[in-house]
């Protein structure tokens, strides 16, 4: 709403005016209290309306780029398990709270983490597992297995062992633990495209006597198609549980999580770097083993492209030297606003005082009329000042116009730098559909001619052929 600058229309303000003084004092009176009221109140209203707009923008366009960033983004879910508090076997300080880390970072990344520690007994493992496939069933996604804890290998299987398994003969072995194969059978079962299991299971043998069949370590598995399975040490090796708060994996593990634009691939090599380098330096020889049938891209914190991350945020970056600047700028039109005010009384106090000397001079005049010209000279005098004061107040307005318009500027270029982050966010998140899209048409394709090459290996049956035999004739 535009605010008009308003004169009183009343016969009586309007009447012709007698003296000077009548004159000045209508001006004084009437005209000046409404021009500063006017001016007050729309300055506040800019102020006000300024802050809102601010405000109430930056909070839609974050919404709604957090509604199409939601809509556009793979469903993600993880199952993680870490077990501790061991009856029958060695305890573990570390997995416990490599599980709990690894459901916080793993939610951070958007992951729905369906977390579990100190699972006692098999069924509840294979309780555990059965609904997180039936998830995955009803919403295919990125699906992650993280288990930490005792595991075995026998007869070339492996094995998951629950907190209070009772493992007396090697025949407990099939009725106390969770074969991995069963998980893997879930999985297939579900359906879905991209699995990512991480199995941190090799610390020690967890049964102090030897048996034939049990070896070290845990036997390599090959990879389904679309899965990526990851080892925290090589087949027949036995991880370091380590020193401080993790696993020595898991540690390096987490480390590089939230990295920003860094491939599955490229993180597997990372962390094996790192705890190749770091048994080293603890005199022993641990180093993470991967196999996988994943042809796609996948990156736990966003396969942003390095240079369009940059730009995101030097965008960013700038948006908030905007912001800050925009809420500087505001708090100084409030400071002059306020100080307007002050000035505002001051004002009114000198006008206050020029009527009432202004009366008074048109008393004098009136009871002798050799004091008119003096009175005239006085009057003049306060006509000056009452023009010095009208160029005071018209000086207040222009610096506060020119104000709320660089307030204004600032933040149009805002809004112009918040368009630019919700369109490279928008096309981020289409690159990765793109790339999901092409992984799953990757995997179809591997499937049918998975399907076709053992199609072609069934042995089919010779075709019968009809013969002729030449039968000598009777002798």
């Known amino acids: 709403m535009k605010l008009q600058h308003h004169r009183p229309q009343s016969s009586a303000s309007l009447a012709p005016l007698k003296t000077l003084g009548h004159h000045w004092g209508w001006l004084c009176h009437d005209y000046f209290p409404h021009f500063f009221l006017q001016i007050m109140f729309r300055k506040i209203i800019i102020i006000v309306f300024s802050f809102l707009t601010v405000h109430h923008f930056s909070f839609a366009q974050m919404a709604s780029v957090s509604s199409a960033t939601d809509k556009n983004k793979e469903k993600r879910m993880a199952l993680i398990i870490g077990n501790s508090n061991y009856k029958f076997a060695p305890s573990l300080e570390n997995p416990k709270n490599d599980a709990r880390d690894m459901c916080v970072a793993l939610e951070k990344l958007g992951f729905e983490v369906f977390c579990y520690q100190n699972q006692k007994t098999k069924r509840e493992m294979k309780e555990a597992v059965i609904r997180f496939s039936e998830k995955l069933s009803s919403q295919h996604g990125t699906a992650l297995f993280f288990y930490a804890g005792h595991g075995m290998q026998v007869k070339g299987e492996n094995y998951l062992i629950p907190t209070e398994a009772e493992l007396r003969t090697e025949a407990d072995i099939e009725d106390e633990t969770l074969n991995v194969n069963y998980l893997m059978a879930q999985l297939d079962y579900s359906k879905n495209p991209f699995n990512i299991i991480i199995l941190d299971a090799c610390r020690n043998n967890p049964v102090s006597r030897s048996w034939r069949s049990v070896s070290r370590g845990l036997a390599p598995i090959d990879a389904p198609t679309g899965s990526v399975i990851l080892f925290s040490t090589a087949p027949g090796k036995e991880a370091f549980d380590g020193k401080g708060r993790n696993g020595l994996f898991t540690k390096h593990l987490l480390n590089v999580l939230p990295t920003p634009s860094l491939s599955l691939e490229e993180m597997i090599k990372q962390v094996s770097r790192g705890v190749i380098q770091e048994s080293s330096q603890l005199g022993i020889n641990q180093t993470p083993w991967w196999n996988s049938s994943f042809t796609g891209k996948f990156c736990f914190a966003g396969c942003h492209d390095p240079a369009q991350a940059q730009e995101l945020e030097r965008i960013r ?84 116009r020119r104000q709320q318009e660089e307030i204004k500027r600032l933040d149009a270029q805002r809004k112009e730098l918040e368009q630019k982050v919700a369109e490279n966010e928008a096309m981020s998140q289409r690159l990765s559909q793109l790339e999901r899209e092409k992984a799953e048409k990757e995997r179809l394709l591997e499937m049918e001619r998975t399907k076709k090459r053992a199609s072609e290996d069934v042995p089919q049956a010779a075709p019968t052929r009809s013969r002729n035999f030449h039968i000598p004739p009777a002798l």
Request: cysteine-free; hydrophobic content about 30%.
């Open 317 to 400: 970056k700038e948006k908030e030297q905007l912001e800050a600047t925009t809420r500087r700028a505001q708090q100084e039109s409030q400071e002059k606003q306020k100080m307007l005010a002050e000035q505002e009384a001051q004002f009114k106090a000198k006008q206050q005082a020029l009527e009432a000397q202004m009366k008074q001079l048109e008393a004098a005049s009136r009871q002798s009329s050799t004091g008119q010209a003096q009175a005239n000279h006085e009057l003049a005098s306060v006509k000056k000042k009452l023009e010095i004061l009208q160029a005071e107040r018209l000086k207040k307005p222009e610096a506060q």
